[in-house]
């Protein structure tokens, strides 16, 4: 239970529903508990009817009226006036059970009324809490570091934004208004049946301890294996999820029935561990309804026996109320089950979503952010950084200076840590040693949502959103027009191809872009970049997909819309059509070489062998 304390800020924030809720409880299992006194008080009209009518009956008048007064005297005050108004008019028998009845059909009417708005205040509540969770939940996502989502898979954390919040809203809609109409339905029917009969009250309800005992242990069991099931839960969902994601893979590869395979495993392990807990809940109802009997069946032999032998004081009214009383807990008492079902599966749930909810993001906005417009100027210093999750010493002594407006290749093989220069810049990550400054500005004094927003950003692995053209390339700005859109798009080389689509720009992108040629989702990337029109933009290669003609027209283009912003252009190849203010050569997270394209080919260095590397492959390529 102690992880649903979370949930307390949400019940405080509905706090005027929730307690609404619990009087309309209140007040439904009230009006529904006042049936069985008058049903009692009916039974005992019929058993006088009889006696009266009855010559060899020894009971005398003064005991009769005794024995009404007492009866009367532990009804509830709205049944005792409503008794002493039907005897201050003295009708008849009929006319008499005839008011008892609409009597109780109103008693039911009332009660159903009030239940009807108990479900409109509780379980509107939860739903209520539930969109609040699951903002909750996603905001946090979106603020948790780059190397989170390395560590974690995207089915668990869509389980957990999905099936969890789902499981902790039965605890704060169906469980806490089940557990409340339980209560006070208990405590209603307990109430008035030890005011009535206090040793027949003991006699029936000696059963329910046993209940608790087999509802506490159950529980336990219950608590481990809804963990279990739903770790297991966003096992089958990240094993899906990916089999969706890699459809092609699967099928160039014909691993179908390889993956169905796993996916069958991992089916069939969720379903032996969910089946074991449905055979363990199913243990409470039986249980329930075994107890609820054994206390109807001690009510009816107890009771009939002191009405049969004149003990206590108890009539057939009695008898009766108290069978009506044990048939409305039957519900109550059995629910105890079912709720303290859903509370453990919620206290499972919660439990995994405080694991995310309680992980503090590596990167975060300073106490006091600093909001500046970029001019460009970089500066990396003394730079040392190795990847948490791989231990791979990405930059070792890093050092590097960009003047505004410059124009930066960064070139060296793969993983020689070129991608991360990127990432740092961005401050997906923060180096572990040294400073990296903007305009003079430590990045970590920056607002840092400021950074990203003017800083333009083309990853090496293209991400579209399942959307249109048009929505994918303005994606980082609100108020683009279509204008600005075709701009960007013709800056990309993108634009041609755009306008054959069969909506045009209006065309919607299937998910990550499966539905464009490796070359468009690039250039589309590029437009998405170059439409933020930032002073700062980096390329992490992102043109390893396009022919020589499409790159040499994207390079030309962007040499012009480059201009007087700072661009980072990151690739593993050389482009010497682009003229370049500085190159900077890498290799094992260091710089080996810089100089301009020129410079270093004089060198006859590192850069040379890739360069003539580079050239020879474009000649086998081409005598291919």
Same mark, same amino acid.
């Given at each position: 239970?102690?992880?649903?304390?979370?949930?307390?800020?949400?019940?405080?924030?509905?706090?005027?529903?929730?307690?609404?809720?619990?009087?309309?409880?209140?007040?439904?299992?009230?009006?529904?508990?006042?049936?069985?006194?008058? #049903?009692?008080?009916?039974?005992?009209?019929?058993?006088?009817?009889?006696?009266?009518?009855?010559?060899?009956?020894?009971?005398?008048?003064?005991?009769?009226?005794?024995?009404?007064?007492?009866?009367?005297?532990?009804?509830?005050?709205?049944?005792?006036?409503?008794?002493?108004?039907?005897?201050?008019?003295?009708?008849?028998?009929?006319?008499?059970?005839?008011?008892?009845?609409?009597?109780?059909?109103?008693?039911?009417?009332?009660?159903?009324?009030?239940?009807?708005?108990?479900?409109?205040?509780?379980?509107?509540?939860?739903?209520?809490?539930?969109?609040?969770?699951?903002?909750?939940?996603?905001?946090?996502?979106?603020?948790?570091?780059?190397?989170?989502?390395?560590?974690?898979?995207?089915?668990?954390?869509?389980?957990?934004?999905?099936?969890?919040?789902?499981?902790?809203?039965?605890? #704060?809609?169906?469980?806490?208004?089940?557990?409340?109409?339980?209560?006070?339905?208990?405590?209603?029917?307990?109430?008035?049946?030890?005011?009535?009969?206090?040793?027949?009250?003991?006699?029936?309800?000696?059963?329910?301890?046993?209940?608790?005992?087999?509802?506490?242990?159950?529980?336990?069991?219950?608590?481990?294996?809804?963990?279990?099931?739903?770790?297991?839960?966003?096992?089958?969902? #990240?094993?899906?999820?990916?089999?969706?994601?890699?459809?092609?893979?699967?099928?160039?590869?014909?691993?179908?029935?390889?993956?169905?395979?796993?996916?069958?495993?991992?089916?069939?392990?969720?379903?032996?561990?969910?089946?074991?807990?449905?055979?363990?809940?199913?243990?409470?109802?039986?249980?329930?309804?075994?107890?609820?009997?054994?206390?109807?069946?001690?009510?009816?032999?107890?009771?009939?026996?002191?009405?049969?032998?004149?003990?206590?004081?108890?009539?057939?009214?009695?008898?009766?109320?108290?069978?009506?009383?044990?048939?409305?807990?039957?519900?109550?008492?059995?629910?105890?089950?079912?709720?303290?079902?859903?509370?453990?599966?919620?206290?499972?749930?919660?439990?995994?979503?405080?694991?995310?909810?309680?992980?503090?993001?590596?990167?975060?906005?300073?106490?006091?952010?600093?909001? +500046?417009?970029?001019?460009?100027?970089?500066?990396?210093?003394?730079?040392?950084?190795?990847?948490?999750?791989?231990?791979?010493?990405?930059?070792?002594?890093?050092?590097?200076?960009?003047?505004?407006?410059?124009?930066?290749?960064?070139?060296?093989?793969?993983?020689?840590?070129?991608?991360?220069?990127?990432?740092?810049?961005?401050?997906?990550?923060?180096?572990?040693?040294?400073?990296?400054?903007?305009?003079?500005?430590?990045?970590?004094?920056?607002?840092?949502?400021?950074?990203?927003?003017?800083?333009?950003?083309?990853?090496?692995?293209?991400?579209?959103?399942?959307?249109?053209?048009?929505?994918?390339?303005?994606?980082?700005?609100?108020?683009?027009?279509? +204008?600005?859109?075709?701009?960007?798009?013709?800056?990309?080389?993108?634009? +041609?191809?755009?306008?054959?689509?069969?909506?045009?720009?209006?065309?919607?992108?299937?998910?990550?872009?499966?539905?464009?040629?490796?070359?468009?989702?690039?250039?589309?990337?590029?437009?998405?970049?170059?439409?933020?029109?930032?002073?700062?933009?980096?390329?992490?290669?992102?043109?390893?997909?396009?022919?020589?003609?499409?790159?040499?027209?994207?390079?030309?283009?962007?040499?012009?819309?480059?201009?007087?912003?700072?661009?980072?252009?990151? #690739?593993?190849?050389?482009?010497?059509?682009?003229?370049?203010?500085?190159?900077?050569?890498?290799?094992?997270?260091?710089?080996?070489?810089?100089?301009?394209?020129?410079?270093?080919?004089?060198?006859?260095?590192?850069?040379?062998?890739?360069?003539?590397?580079?050239?020879?492959?474009?000649?086998?390529?081409?005598?291919?």
């Amino acid at each position: 239970m102690r992880y649903l304390k979370s949930l307390n800020k949400y019940l405080w924030k509905y706090r005027w529903r929730f307690l609404l809720g619990i009087v309309f409880i209140v007040l439904s299992n009230y009006f529904r508990i006042l049936a069985p006194q008058v #049903t009692g008080y009916v039974v005992n009209l019929a058993e006088k009817q009889n006696i009266t009518s009855d010559s060899t009956n020894n009971i005398s008048p003064a005991r009769r009226a005794q024995t009404e007064k007492r009866d009367s005297a532990n009804y509830d005050i709205l049944v005792r006036k409503f008794i002493s108004k039907i005897n201050e008019t003295k009708p008849s028998f009929n006319k008499k059970i005839f008011i008892c009845g609409i009597t109780l059909l109103i008693l039911a009417l009332i009660s159903g009324f009030f239940t009807f708005l108990m479900r409109q205040t509780i379980i509107v509540m939860s739903r209520h809490i539930e969109y609040d969770q699951k903002n909750a939940v996603y905001t946090h996502y979106q603020k948790l570091h780059a190397n989170f989502y390395k560590t974690h898979s995207t089915g668990d954390l869509m389980n957990r934004i999905a099936e969890d919040v789902s499981r902790v809203r039965m605890y #704060t809609g169906p469980a806490m208004m089940y557990l409340i109409n339980l209560l006070a339905g208990i405590g209603f029917s307990l109430f008035f049946m030890l005011r009535k009969d206090a040793l027949l009250s003991l006699y029936v309800l000696t059963p329910l301890p046993i209940l608790a005992i087999t509802i506490y242990y159950v529980n336990t069991i219950i608590h481990k294996k809804s963990e279990r099931i739903q770790a297991l839960l966003s096992s089958l969902t #990240t094993n899906a999820q990916e089999s969706y994601s890699g459809i092609r893979v699967i099928k160039s590869y014909v691993q179908e029935k390889a993956m169905l395979r796993v996916f069958d495993t991992n089916s069939e392990d969720y379903r032996k561990n969910a089946t074991n807990l449905a055979k363990v809940e199913s243990v409470y109802f039986p249980s329930m309804g075994l107890m609820i009997g054994l206390s109807t069946l001690l009510t009816i032999m107890i009771g009939g026996l002191y009405v049969i032998y004149g003990k206590h004081n108890t009539d057939l009214g009695t008898v009766t109320e108290f069978v009506i009383y044990i048939t409305m807990l039957t519900f109550p008492v059995s629910a105890i089950g079912w709720v303290a079902s859903m509370i453990q599966r919620a206290a499972a749930s919660q439990k995994r979503l405080n694991e995310f909810l309680d992980t503090v993001p590596e990167i975060r906005n300073p106490p006091s952010p600093i909001i +500046k417009k970029f001019e460009g100027n970089i500066s990396f210093k003394n730079v040392e950084f190795i990847y948490p999750n791989t231990g791979i010493h990405a930059l070792k002594n890093f050092n590097l200076h960009i003047e505004k407006g410059q124009k930066i290749a960064i070139i060296g093989r793969t993983g020689s840590g070129k991608t991360t220069v990127a990432q740092l810049l961005l401050r997906m990550y923060d180096p572990d040693k040294g400073n990296i400054d903007i305009d003079g500005t430590d990045l970590k004094q920056l607002d840092l949502q400021d950074l990203r927003k003017q800083i333009s950003y083309v990853p090496q692995d293209v991400f579209l959103f399942s959307d249109t053209v048009t929505n994918n390339i303005r994606f980082g700005v609100e108020n683009a027009d279509d +204008k600005m859109v075709q701009k960007a798009a013709q800056y990309a080389s993108v634009e +041609k191809e755009i306008q054959g689509f069969s909506e045009k720009y209006e065309t919607m992108i299937g998910e990550r872009g499966v539905t464009l040629s490796g070359g468009q989702k690039q250039r589309i990337s590029i437009a998405r970049a170059l439409i933020k029109d930032p002073e700062i933009v980096i390329f992490d290669d992102c043109l390893s997909a396009v022919d020589t003609k499409t790159e040499k027209e994207i390079i030309e283009n962007l040499y012009n819309y480059l201009q007087h912003k700072t661009a980072i252009i990151i #690739t593993h190849r050389i482009f010497s059509m682009f003229n370049f203010d500085n190159i900077i050569v890498m290799d094992d997270g260091k710089i080996v070489e810089t100089g301009t394209h020129l410079q270093l080919l004089a060198r006859n260095g590192y850069y040379t062998y890739l360069y003539e590397q580079q050239q020879q492959e474009k000649e086998e390529d081409v005598q291919s």
